[in-house]
């Protein structure tokens, strides 16, 4: 792989590029073999503004008065909570829960220290009990793909949805204002937090000159602030430039570059956990958003018991 190490020098990528353990992730024996390109983040709720106008209830700014919408959008005959039907969605708003219910310190207890007694306690209670009012609010989301689901609340047929900062690419391209078509409620409201995870390119070492000065080129034009601005509103992520010109930036963009300037950021729970760990959690979500008799004390007890036996 190409080692970009000169350039990055050059141009000071460990000045501006945040948080560093992006850069650190493209790092081996202290040369660097990638160019990160934004951030991605799970901690969001995508709210429709047609969706609470339809209804006849104000916009949420929190999940509490989201759960206290709902019997609002049913009446309106809106789906109140858009979830697809694949097993890491599931499990995506259940991690989303967690940090944003139960706090930064519990999440970090189950998923980076494996403390099986945190996770049978009762902050997780609380979290499995938003995880019942999430699974009655999405009782009626028949789709399949996450972009389905948001595609319910950039037309108003769903309240809001719970996903990742990749959606807002999805209300970019459909011509969607943030902030006036709909709304972005980082750690869902309540604590305002964010996951940093994202892309990178990678380039192949080549026997040609000029293809090679061309990758140069290329890497250089990625992290330019004019890039990372016009890139990043499309993808609907973050930039990795802490430096970058807020004007261009929208309301969504605007509220994750100040949660990443305090520095409240998690890991990504799939870098925590196996692969084996992060399967079973799939299973057991998918068998909890689609068995209503199964109660959150039952479905904690089994959490619990996966947690302790991680690796």
């Keep these: 792989m190409r080692d970009f ?58 999940w509490d008065e989201f759960v206290a919408a709902a019997p609002a959008l049913e009446k309106a005959g809106k789906v109140p909570l858009a979830i697809g039907g694949q097993p890491w969605q599931r499990t995506g708003v259940f991690n989303v829960l967690i940090p944003a219910i139960a706090g930064k310190e519990t999440f970090l207890k189950v998923y980076q220290d494996k403390d099986a007694e945190a996770a049978a306690g009762p902050e997780i209670a609380k979290v499995f009990k938003a995880a019942d009012d999430a699974r009655k609010m999405a009782a009626n989301s028949n789709v399949q793909d996450w972009n389905q689901a948001t595609n319910l609340v950039i037309t108003g047929q769903a309240g809001g949805q719970i996903m990742g900062d990749w959606a807002q690419g999805e209300f970019q391209v459909a011509g969607q204002v943030a902030g006036k078509d709909y709304s972005c409620l980082p750690g869902l409201g309540v604590n305002e937090l964010i996951s940093v ?43 990795v430039r802490g430096d970058v010109d807020l004007a261009a930036a929208n309301d969504c963009m605007k509220k994750g570059l100040a949660i990443l300037a305090e520095e409240n950021t998690i ?9 084996d760990t992060n399967n079973q959690l799939n299973d057991l979500f998918v068998e909890f958003f689609a068995t209503p008799s199964m109660t959150p004390e039952e479905a904690q007890k089994r959490y619990a018991a996966i947690i302790e036996s991680a690796d």
């Design 197 to 239: 995870g994202g892309d990178a390119f990678y380039f192949p070492v080549l026997d040609d000159p000029e293809k090679t000065a061309a990758q140069e080129v290329l890497a250089s034009s990625m992290l330019s602030p004019e890039t990372q601005v016009a890139f990043n509103l499309k993808k609907g992520s973050v930039p």
């Design 267 to 275: 890991p990504d729970p799939p870098r925590l956990n196996t692969e």
């Design 5 to 62: 190490t000169d350039l990055a020098e050059k141009e000071g990528w460990k000045d501006f590029i945040r948080p560093v353990s992006l850069l650190d992730g493209c790092t081996v024996d202290g040369k660097i073999y990638c160019v990160p390109i934004n951030i991605h983040s799970w901690q969001w709720l995508w709210l429709s503004h047609k969706a609470f106008e339809d209804a006849g209830v104000p916009v949420p700014t929190n």
